[in-house]
């Protein structure tokens, strides 16, 4: 065919281009785009606003967005979970619950990248066949399931940091309605209202902190991160603790001429895995050695988790700020606090070396005032004639 | 022939890469799900999932993936043929820079899906239309001047996706924008496959239709003007067919390099340089090559590999064998 004639020939090359891309093109446009699926009564709503339908309890859940910590907490257990993004799955190195729930590490992972903007392999995702799949949300995310039939894909939408415990709440909510767990969530939050607000009270009503302080990232850039969209201000506010941080004008970042500044009088460092966040680490650097905290020794790595935790986590962090900025008023009750946390909602007994790792004692021996926080300060007190009004409950 | 055994060749690789992925369909359904319409909610003797992922995640991406390859190596080629430089790629020009732009923007406004690619072409295309004016202001054509204005146009564009990968929210922006720089099919639709395919089909016909004007190019330029070719509008038009190419290419899948640059070469070892073959050649080559790469990326390992990343890895020392093969002997087969 090729020597019937020259040009022919040649133009016999063009012709199955023309073919090929033709085809294509007359298949993309005429393809039916999405599967059929019989129309179902809408279930849930979820945080993108589609109305999803889902047969709760969902028995095969798939979760994406680092939001595993909080399906632990709600679920109390990892039934029914099939498989986790990477990210979630990650979540668990640095949490208590990996220590009450350690089957959760050996969760399924769901292939794709740490933080993908998009499941990276659909057919994985079939072949799982879940029923209920926690989706980011965002172009990209939702559509690539939907086109495929994926069932019960419930959208989840982090806004604004200063949204953010609407946004778990909402979170922990769809859970609660994927997992039959409606009471368990109403009793997390109501349960965590009730700390907040008695971790509150029990400072004096005109008590206002000493000191000001600026929160950290913990890994090699130190970052300040208690920007004016810090979502720790409205607590900080509560505690009546001046967040000098707020004097940057972004949300986050500043360089270490921003920070020498500002110079507060605390540091607080956020722990970054795998990262060396300790304040002996930070208090060495030549740097940092005009500033106030670091002279005073009022460096701290903070017990701040993964944030997907919140309503677990924050009661506790907010009883560790308020003993740290109130030492003289605030009484001395953290340990028993995460005792009985752990033990009324997940019926585990925290033992002492998990709350030492939890709270940091080992990184925070050298920063001052942080003995009152060890095991020895609790038993010092225990022995005295009163006891924690805590554990006396 | 080389060039039918190329087409043969390109056609079986597609119907090979269907059958690869981790949902197991086997051979006789993915017949049966292709030649054949059952109702969309029938079972048959397959499953609905089957025909799921043959129809919607496969087949769409299978295509895609080969016509971005078909149109990278065939502008790669047109490229070289009309620089005369075989060190020159389709995104010499500084579209894909530019298309990169637009949709690394469309990330940052967390517009729709649609936006992004729309947002990415007309970006690629206001980076021609700039390196097109700066060529314009210096009063000169020559070939160093378009390929300096590209790099112009490019660098900044680069540079203005550095300034929002800096903006942006590290926690939600970042990973989207890197993503969206290291290239990937995974999210190939129907539409984005009608974008590319209706460009390549304008584009890429229209190169091949002057592919014989190409050869008089690479004459040189007082041989072609001779011949009575209308130089600087023969460039400037080739140079938007490719533009075109490269724009609807970056929109649906990123950033995927080395594809332009190093298929025209092996295209060369077996046709020769004689662009009536070349750029046919290329052009189904360059299917062959990126539908392999695409196989690779999502066949490999436990995560699917970014193809950008993957060309890039496999492009430099492909290129330095071919280096390594025409030493001596030039670019220009004699």
Redesign the interface.
């Known amino acids: 065919?090729?020597n019937i004639c020259g040009w022919q020939g040649?133009s016999?090359?063009?012709c199955?281009?023309?073919l090929?891309?033709?085809g294509?093109?007359i298949?993309?446009?005429f393809?039916?785009?999405?599967?059929?699926?019989?129309p179902q009564p809408p279930f849930l709503t979820d945080m993108s606003g589609e109305k999803i339908h889902i047969q709760a309890p969902a028995q095969r859940v798939v979760i994406y967005p680092l939001m595993l910590p909080a399906y632990l907490a709600v679920n109390n257990g990892t039934a029914h979970l099939l498989a986790a993004s990477k990210g979630s799955l990650g979540q668990m190195n640095n949490n208590l619950l990996g220590t009450v729930f350690p089957e959760a590490k050996n969760t399924q992972?769901i292939?794709?990248?740490?933080?993908?903007?998009?499941p990276?392999?659909?057919?994985?995702l079939?072949?799982l066949?879940p029923d209920a799949v926690f989706s980011g949300w965002?172009?990209?995310m939702v559509?690539?399931l939907k086109?495929?039939?994926m069932p019960g894909v419930v959208a989840i939408s982090?806004g604004r940091p200063a949204d953010y415990r609407r946004d778990f709440a909402e979170v922990c909510k769809l859970i609660g309605e994927v997992t039959n767990r409606r009471e368990r969530v109403h009793l997390l939050i109501s349960r965590y209202d009730r700390e907040r607000h008695q971790v509150l009270d029990r400072l004096p009503a005109n008590a206002v902190a000493s000191a000001n302080v600026v929160v950290l990232d913990g890994g090699r850039s130190y970052q300040i991160l208690s920007g004016k969209g810090f979502w720790l201000n409205e607590e900080l506010q509560a505690l009546r603790v001046r967040n000098k941080g707020q004097e940057l004008r972004t949300n986050f970042g500043g360089n270490i001429e921003d920070l020498l500044r500002l110079d507060p009088d605390v540091l607080l460092l956020v722990p970054e895995p795998g990262e060396d966040s300790s304040p002996a680490t930070f208090m060495a650097r030549k740097e940092y050695q005009s500033l106030h905290a670091v002279k005073d020794r009022r460096v701290y790595t903070a017990p701040m988790f993964s944030l997907s935790n919140l309503f677990l986590e924050e009661p506790l962090l907010l009883d560790w700020l308020a003993e740290m900025f109130y030492p003289d008023v605030a009484p001395p009750r953290l340990r028993a606090m995460y005792r009985q946390t752990f033990l009324e909602l997940f019926q585990f007994r925290l033992s002492d070396d998990e709350i030492d790792r939890a709270i940091y004692v080992r990184e925070n021996f050298q920063s001052q005032g942080y003995e009152r926080f060890t095991r020895e300060a609790l038993q010092t007190q225990n022995a005295g004639p009163s006891k924690d009004p805590v554990e006396s409950r | 022939m080389i060039i039918v055994c190329l087409c043969a060749g390109l056609c079986g690789m597609m119907i090979l890469s269907l059958r690869l992925g981790r949902y197991p369909v086997s051979e006789g359904d993915i017949v049966r799900i292709l030649f054949t319409t059952p109702p969309l909610h029938a079972l048959g003797r397959y499953t609905n999932a089957s025909w799921v992922v043959i129809e919607i995640v496969r087949l769409p991406r299978i295509l895609m993936v080969t016509l971005c390859g078909m149109g990278l190596a065939l502008a790669g080629a047109a490229m070289q043929g009309v620089f005369r430089n075989p060190l020159v790629g389709p995104e010499i020009a500084g579209v894909s820079s530019g298309a990169a732009c637009g949709a690394v923007l469309a990330i940052m406004l967390s517009l729709s899906m649609a936006w992004q690619v729309g947002l990415a072409f007309g970006f690629g295309m206001l980076a021609l239309i700039i390196a097109f004016m700066l060529a314009k202001l210096t009063g000169r054509t020559s070939m160093l001047v378009l390929v300096l204005s590209g790099v112009i146009v490019g660098t900044f564009f680069g540079s203005m996706v550095g300034l929002m990968e800096i903006l942006a929210d590290p926690a939600t922006k970042l990973p989207s924008i890197l993503y969206q720089m290291l290239g990937s099919f995974a999210g190939a639709t129907y539409e984005k496959l009608a974008i590319v395919a209706g460009t390549l089909l304008m584009s890429g016909t229209l190169l091949l239709m002057l592919r014989w004007r190409i050869n008089l190019l690479s004459l040189g330029e007082d041989d072609a003007a001779a011949l009575g070719v209308n130089i600087d509008a023969l460039r400037w038009g080739i140079i938007a067919l490719v533009a075109m190419i490269v724009a609807a290419q970056v929109s649906v899948s990123g950033g995927v390099g080395w594809v332009g640059l190093i298929i025209p070469h092996l295209a060369r070892m077996l046709v020769g340089p004689e662009h009536g073959k070349l750029l046919p050649a290329s052009a189904f080559l360059g299917g062959i090559y990126l539908l392999a790469m695409d196989d690779i990326a999502r066949s490999i390992g436990h995560m699917e590999i970014p193809i950008g990343l993957l060309t890039a890895v496999m492009g430099a020392p492909i290129f330095a064998f071919l280096f390594w093969k025409t030493r001596g002997k030039g670019w220009i087969r004699d």
């Open positions: 065919m090729m040649k016999l090359a063009v199955l281009f023309v090929l891309v033709s294509a093109l298949l993309s446009l393809h039916p785009r999405t599967i059929a699926t019989a992972e292939t794709g990248a740490y933080l993908s903007p998009r990276a392999d659909l057919e994985e079939m072949r066949d965002g172009p990209g559509d690539p086109a495929v039939g982090w």
